[in-house]
């Protein structure tokens, strides 16, 4: 290792465009709070990039799960299917309105398996009076958060097929998608977050643009996107009067915030750009090597490779992805495992599930490398040379 070489990090905020700019006329105008006209216009520009009807700004895109589970009328005791290949913040938020998530299995692309799904219900539930029934604990199934992970579409026709068939709301979790969009099929077109629903997008420090924190929650549906407004300031009836009929949480996002937003939301198409085009470099000089593949972007979508997938093999790489981490770390060079399978995490080990297979074997062979968008072309010859050499002396 040469020690003057910089650290390279997984995944950092790009903020060279008219943030300060932005940011400097909140607090110039001493707007930095709640209400503030960068709130308005951030959910504007979000909900027309994405060709969303509403949208709603929230605090992060936790926030705007929760909201969203609130809204379509999750109950306490209901089901709802998700994946166990998540980061936890979607599962987290079925516990947070007391219903009990349903773990099920990922596809090639690291997504929630259509197939996996509708074998669970052809084997562990009944239809009856317009209810699907989880036949083991004869909880109602209400919903479905497909998460679009690491920038990759969801196969979203089967499972809006399954949500029409049983009456399941579906909350999209594209809080990693921002961006990507179907290229065929039903949706030929549309955006991540607009296919179910209620959409919710993260603004998170190393998503792929941020305001810190934050989030959104999108839909065509007039009345939740008011409903979730109404609950993330506090839920006042009666404004004036401090008079609410409900309970409200302080979820809103500030005007600071969102004038991060805005800045960043003009540079998206360009980092997606960048993100798509270092991903082929990567792609490119890494093939041949035994041992080594990329997740690829499914056939039907334009991804927004927020995140790369690098699958190990140890018996023909040489050495296991745990090892291969520790290498690149001694070279200064960031990486990370993928997350831990929630269906094993403690809170949720004794939740229902069905059989997951593939996403063992990703969890145990999947890691994400350096994708910042403002990765320099030397950066990304470094990776590639250090993951090279790893090979070989392994
Ligand atoms: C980042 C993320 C979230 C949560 O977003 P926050 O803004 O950090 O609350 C939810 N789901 C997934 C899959 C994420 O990656």
């Not at 059989?355 to 950066?379: M, Q, T």
Request: one cysteine or more; proline letters at 4%.
């Amino acid at each position: 290792m040469d020690s003057n070489d910089a650290y390279i990090p997984l995944s950092v905020p790009n903020l060279k465009g008219n943030e300060l700019k932005y940011v400097g006329e909140c607090i110039k105008s001493e707007w930095i709070s709640s209400a503030g006209s960068f709130v308005t216009r951030f959910e504007n520009e979000l909900a027309s990039y994405v060709k969303a009807k509403y949208s709603t700004a929230v605090c992060n895109g936790t926030a705007a799960l929760h909201l969203a589970l609130l809204i379509t009328g999750i109950k306490p005791g209901d089901e709802v299917f998700v994946p166990t290949l998540t980061f936890i913040a979607p599962v987290n938020t079925i516990k947070y309105v007391g219903a009990t998530p349903i773990f099920i299995d990922c596809d090639d692309h690291l997504n929630i398996s259509p197939f996996a799904l509708s074998k669970f219900i052809d084997e562990n539930c009944i239809y009856k009076k317009s209810c699907l029934i989880n036949r083991k604990t004869g909880g109602k199934i209400s919903a479905i958060i497909p998460v679009h992970i690491f920038g990759n579409a969801v196969d979203m026709e089967p499972i809006m097929d399954l949500a029409e068939m049983y009456g399941l709301k579906i909350i999209e979790d594209a809080t990693e998608s921002l961006g990507t969009y179907y290229t065929k099929g039903r949706y030929a077109a549309r955006k991540t977050g607009t296919i179910g629903h209620i959409g919710c997008y993260s603004f998170n420090g190393n998503k792929i643009i941020t305001t810190g924190g934050g989030g959104m929650l999108v839909s065509d549906n007039q009345e939740y996107v008011e409903k979730a407004r109404y609950l993330s300031t506090q839920a006042k009836d009666d404004a004036l009067h401090y008079v609410h009929h409900n309970i409200g949480y302080n979820y809103r996002m500030t005007n600071i915030q969102a004038a991060l937003g805005c800045a960043q939301l003009e540079k998206i198409d360009e980092y997606i750009k960048i993100k798509r085009n270092n991903f082929a470099i990567y792609k490119k000089e890494l093939a041949g090597i035994s041992g080594l593949s990329f997740i690829n972007e499914p056939e039907y979508c334009f991804s927004n490779f927020w995140f790369y997938s690098l699958m190990i093999e140890k018996e023909k790489f040489g050495i296991d992805k745990d090892n291969l981490i520790s290498c690149l770390k001694n070279e200064r060079i960031e990486s990370r495992p993928i997350w831990h399978l929630n269906h094993m995490q403690k809170p949720y080990k004794n939740d229902p599930r069905g059989i997951i297979l593939k996403a063992k074997k990703f969890f145990e062979r999947v890691i994400n490398i350096p994708c910042s968008a403002n990765l320099r072309r030397e950066d990304i010859s470094r990776v590639i040379k250090s993951i090279k050499e790893v090979h070989t002396n392994g």
